[in-house]
């Protein structure tokens, strides 16, 4: 299974939206409203930030929003804060039962 | 509060296999609805999944991997292990536990990581 494809690096200024996208197939990404988004910060275990397209999990942020359209996810991130700077990884489900991670998107805040 | 705690060698020979423990307190394996997952993170690099299993055994493995992977459950000891064959320095990685919700797609709790070597 090949990783879900993600920019390498987004960067915006304090206040201000980023939105992430995560490209897959139509067996992974298009296929099921199984898509994830986790955050991590250096030397730490990713949290989860987004399940299942668009669902929060208790505590996170409501600046923290998901969405899908076919075969690409997108994280918004508005109100761009300092302690948003991290990295961002996709998951999805996929058609063999598995999980399939994105190559990650490293955000910087100006 | 759910919590996992990897535990096993930092330190591994090429070609022996790695064993990993993952301990869950908080919540019990046994009680089903859950997936028991296994992800990697190789130095500087981004995530892998590696498998995970139900509580019932039923496992399922990345197919990049599944030739030398085995995940197994202990519900007794509230444990999983991971165990990985055949290794080389391309396994040096941390390795993290984590538990899937078995009717939606998150991974909500994680283990903090452990960095495995592989190196003689």
């Known amino acids: 299974q090949s990783a879900l494809t993600q920019p390498a690096s987004v960067s915006g200024s304090p206040g201000q939206s980023i939105t992430i996208s995560c490209t897959g197939t139509?067996?992974?990404?298009?296929?099921?409203?199984?898509v994830s988004w986790y955050q991590q910060h250096p030397g730490k275990a990713p949290k989860l930030m987004i399940y299942d397209v668009s669902n929060r999990p208790s505590g996170v942020s409501n600046r923290f929003s998901g969405s899908k359209s076919g075969n690409t996810a997108s994280l918004t991130i508005s109100g761009l804060q300092a302690e948003d700077e991290a990295d961002y990884y996709c998951s999805s489900y996929t058609s063999s039962s598995t999980l399939v991670f994105g190559t990650g998107t490293k955000v910087t805040v100006l | 509060q759910v919590q996992l705690q990897e535990s096993g060698p930092g330190l591994v020979k090429p070609s022996q296999t790695l064993s990993l423990t993952c301990t869950v307190s908080g919540g019990s394996i046994s009680s089903g609805g859950y997936y028991w997952s296994w992800i990697r993170q190789h130095p500087g690099k981004g995530l892998e999944w590696i498998g995970y299993?139900?509580?019932?055994?039923?496992?399922y493995y990345n197919p990049s991997l599944k030739s030398r992977v085995t995940i197994s459950v202990d519900t007794s000891k509230n444990q999983f292990s991971l165990k990985l064959s055949s290794v080389t320095a391309a396994d040096t990685a941390v390795y993290y536990c984590?538990?899937?919700?078995?009717?939606?797609?998150?991974?909500?709790?994680w283990g903090q990581g452990t960095l495995v070597t592989v190196s003689s």
């Open positions: 984590a538990r899937k919700n078995g009717y939606s797609s998150g991974l909500d709790y």
């Open positions: 139509s067996s992974d990404v298009g296929g099921y409203n199984y």
């Open positions: 299993i139900y509580y019932s055994g039923s496992t």
